[in-house]
C-alpha cells in the first residue's frame, strides 16, 4: 500500500513527504515503533496519540496518520485526517479488499480465542495463516490485525462485542468467507437485555459475509433453533456433542491435561483439558472440511496447538500444586465449564478460586448464585473474591469456604492451605487482575 492509496481511502491531507511511499507495519504505540513503520495516532479516553508522534518519529516512523498538525521533521510522511480509528478501520478494509484468500470470523459468548487458535492450527496445515493475536477483538484490534497482512494465504479474525452495531462494524471490515458462532451465553447481558439479544448481536456476523457458510455449536439452545428456521438462507454447518450433528466425537476420553475421541475412525487428540474444549475441536475439524483439508493434517493442527495466554494454561505452584490459570475473562457459561473441567481431575484436592464477573448488570447476582450452584460438594475448597463473589459462595456447597475482597487476602489464604495435592483453578473477569494471584503463587 502507499501513502497515495491512504489518502485516497481517508479523504485525508498530504502534510508532508511522499505519495509513493510504501505503508508496511501499522502501530499504534509509539514504543513499539520501530524504523520505517507507520504510526497511527489513536485517541483515547485518557490519551491522545498526537502526543506520541514525535516519540514515533525518534524511533523511526516514516509515515505518521494523524487528526491534529504537528511539527514537521525532514523525510517524514505526515497525513492528517479527521478521525484516525475510522482511518485505520478504512484503510484495514481497503487492504482486506486486496486479498482474495480465506477469510473465517468467529464470535460467541464462550471460548472465541481458543477456538480461533484451534481453527488458525488448523488451517495453517494447508494455508500460511494469519490469526488474531490475544484477544485483538475489537474495533482497534481486528484492524490492526488485517493491516498486518503479508503474504499469508489465509486469515482467522476473532470477534467481540458488548453492544448492538459492533459486529456489524468488524464483519464489513473483515468480509469474512466463513462465519462461526461458537455459542450464545451470558456474558454482556447487563448492556444486551437477554440471550435472544445477545443472539441478534452475533448475528450481526452475518452482514458482512461474503458467502452463505455458516459453522454453530449446535448444543446450544438458540443457535439450534436458529438453525432450524434459516437452513434455507445459509449453508449452515453444524458441531456438537448432544445434538445431532454434522461433526460430532464419540468415544469421548477426559484427562488432566488433555482430552481424547475419535472422529472419522481416527483417534484425535485435543492437548488440553475440558469437554469445552472437544466442541472447539469439532469447530475447527467443521472448518478443515470447508477448505478440503485431510483428517489427517486436521487432527495434526489440532495436536499442535497453542493456546493464547490466560486460557486454561496448567503450570505448578512454587510447592508443586497444579494452577490452572483460566484468568482472562469470565461469564456463566465459562465459569461453568472450568468447575467442570476441575471436578474431573482425579487423585487431587480441588480448589476453586473465583472472582466477580463484570457487565451483568442487574443480572449479576443471579448470575453469580447460578455459578455457587455448580461448586458443589466435588470440590473441596472454594474461595470467593469481589464484590458479586460473595453470591457464588451464599449458593457453593463446597466443603470449605472463604470470602474476601482482596486478592493480596485470597493469596495469603492460598498459600496457608495449599499442599503439592491440589488443583487450583483461578477463573475471574480480567478486570478482577488475577493473573496477579497466579504469578505470586507460580515457581
Avoid at 49 to 75: L, P, W, Y
Avoid at 235 to 246: A, V
Wanted: charged residues 30%; aromatic residues 6%; contains cysteine.
Amino acid at each position: 500500500m502507499k501513502v497515495k492509496e491512504i489518502l485516497e481511502v481517508t479523504k485525508g491531507k498530504l502534510l508532508c513527504g511522499n505519495e509513493e511511499d510504501e505503508c508496511i507495519n501499522f502501530i499504534r504505540d509509539s514504543r513499539e515503533i520501530k524504523e520505517g513503520d507507520v504510526y497511527i495516532a489513536l485517541k483515547g479516553e485518557k490519551f491522545d496519540g498526537n502526543d506520541f508522534c514525535q516519540d514515533a518519529i525518534k524511533n523511526g516512523a516514516k509515515i505518521c496518520i494523524v487528526s491534529k498538525e504537528i511539527e514537521t521533521k525532514d523525510n517524514v510522511t505526515i497525513i492528517i485526517v479527521k478521525d484516525t480509528l475510522k482511518a485505520m478501520q478504512e484503510i484495514a478494509t481497503y487492504k482486506r479488499s486486496l486479498y482474495n484468500i480465506p477469510t473465517v470470523a468467529i464470535t460467541g459468548s464462550v471460548g472465541k480465542t481458543s477456538t480461533k487458535d484451534l481453527v488458525a492450527s488448523v488451517l495453517q496445515q494447508k494455508y500460511k495463516t494469519l490469526k488474531t493475536k490475544g484477544n485483538y477483538n475489537n474495533e482497534i484490534g481486528l484492524p490492526l490485525t488485517i493491516l498486518s497482512l503479508k503474504d499469508e494465504e489465509a486469515l482467522v479474525v476473532e470477534m467481540g462485542m458488548n453492544h448492538f452495531g459492533e459486529l456489524r462494524k468488524l464483519t464489513n471490515i473483515a468480509k469474512p468467507t466463513v462465519a462461526v458462532i461458537t455459542n450464545i451465553g451470558t456474558a454482556h447481558i447487563g448492556n444486551l437485555g437477554s440471550r435472544e439479544n445477545i443472539l441478534k448481536a452475533k448475528l450481526e456476523i452475518l452482514e458482512g459475509l461474503v458467502e452463505k457458510t455458516v459453522v454453530i455449536n449446535n448444543d446450544d439452545d438458540l443457535l439450534h433453533k436458529w438453525a432450524l428456521e434459516n437452513s434455507d438462507k445459509y449453508n449452515i454447518i453444524t458441531y456438537g456433542i448432544k445434538n445431532d450433528s454434522k461433526y460430532m466425537a464419540k468415544n469421548i476420553k477426559l484427562y488432566e491435561d488433555k482430552s481424547e475421541f475419535y472422529f472419522d475412525g481416527e483417534l484425535v487428540t485435543v492437548p488440553v483439558g475440558g469437554e469445552h474444549f472437544i466442541l472447539n475441536s469439532l469447530c475447527s475439524i467443521a472448518v478443515g472440511k470447508i477448505f478440503d483439508i485431510s483428517t489427517k493434517k486436521i487432527i495434526l493442527g489440532i495436536q499442535k496447538l497453542e493456546l493464547s495466554k490466560k486460557r486454561m494454561e496448567i503450570d505448578k505452584s512454587k510447592i508443586g500444586a497444579i494452577l490452572i490459570n483460566d484468568t482472562y475473562n469470565a461469564n456463566y457459561d465459562s465459569m461453568k465449564a472450568a468447575i467442570c473441567y476441575l471436578k474431573n481431575i482425579p487423585d487431587k484436592r480441588k480448589i476453586a478460586v473465583l472472582g466477580d464477573m463484570l457487565e451483568l448488570g442487574e443480572f449479576s447476582e443471579e448470575l453469580h448464585e447460578k455459578v455457587g450452584m455448580e461448586v458443589d460438594s466435588n470440590i473441596d475448597v472454594l474461595i470467593a473474591v469481589g464484590k458479586e463473589a460473595k453470591y457464588i459462595a451464599k449458593t457453593s456447597k463446597a466443603k470449605e469456604k472463604y470470602i474476601f475482597d482482596k486478592n493480596m487476602d485470597a493469596t495469603n489464604k492460598i498459600k496457608e492451605l495449599m499442599t503439592k495435592d491440589d488443583a487450583i483453578l483461578f477463573k475471574a473477569s480480567n478486570g478482577m487482575h488475577f493473573n496477579e494471584i497466579v504469578n505470586e503463587l507460580k515457581s
